[in-house]
């Protein structure tokens, strides 16, 4: 107790500046590293922040390179009355079904089915004091296209006719 009756306050002192040179006691250390401490939650907060803003770019091509896209166009411009097996493999590719009629004619059935997929997605994320939120909206339509195309061979192996369908739906 002081002279007044009143209890002392134990109060660190503050730091003492003296030609230039700082001196700290015991209790500035604990106030340094609160402060330090308080500016890593902030740099944790505003990085965290910045993350819940970030968006990935879309992939925009899923389809594989080497192989060659079987169209109604392709099927008209490639394929010909007299044309070899050979060359219709080689435009056209392996058919999905070969059979023989009773005359051991072959026909060659190609049935390419496409699959297309569209999603968009529109995301929101808030952050306050590691506190997030985030929003999910979006879209989607899918499309299938389908191409048959039947080539029937004469005895030589040679092509005598060929048919295609095409849809889309």
């Not at 944790?44 to 910045?50: K, N």
């Not at 080497?66 to 169209?71: D, F, H, I, L």
């Not at 989607?140 to 191409?147: G, V």
Request: aromatic share 6%; with cysteine.
């Amino acid at each position: 107790m002081d002279s007044a009756g009143l209890p002392e306050l134990n109060v660190p002192s503050l730091p003492i500046f003296r030609g230039g040179s700082h001196h700290c006691t015991t209790g500035d250390h604990m106030g340094i590293r609160m402060l330090q401490a308080v500016r890593a939650v902030l740099v944790a907060t505003v990085g965290l922040s910045l993350a819940g803003c970030a968006t990935l770019a879309p992939q925009t091509d899923l389809t594989s390179t080497t192989e060659r896209e079987m169209t109604v166009g392709v099927v008209q411009k490639d394929i010909h009355k007299g044309m070899d097996q050979a060359s219709v493999a080689e435009a056209l590719g392996s058919p999905n079904i070969v059979t023989k009629d009773k005359d051991g004619r072959e026909t060659w059935i190609y049935d390419k089915i496409a699959s297309e997929v569209s999603y968009s997605k529109s995301e929101s994320f808030g952050t306050l004091l590691l506190i997030g939120r985030s929003k999910d909206t979006g879209a989607s339509s899918s499309s299938q296209k389908t191409l048959t195309v039947v080539i029937k061979y004469d005895e030589a192996n040679l092509v005598d006719t060929f048919t295609y369908h095409s849809s889309k739906f």
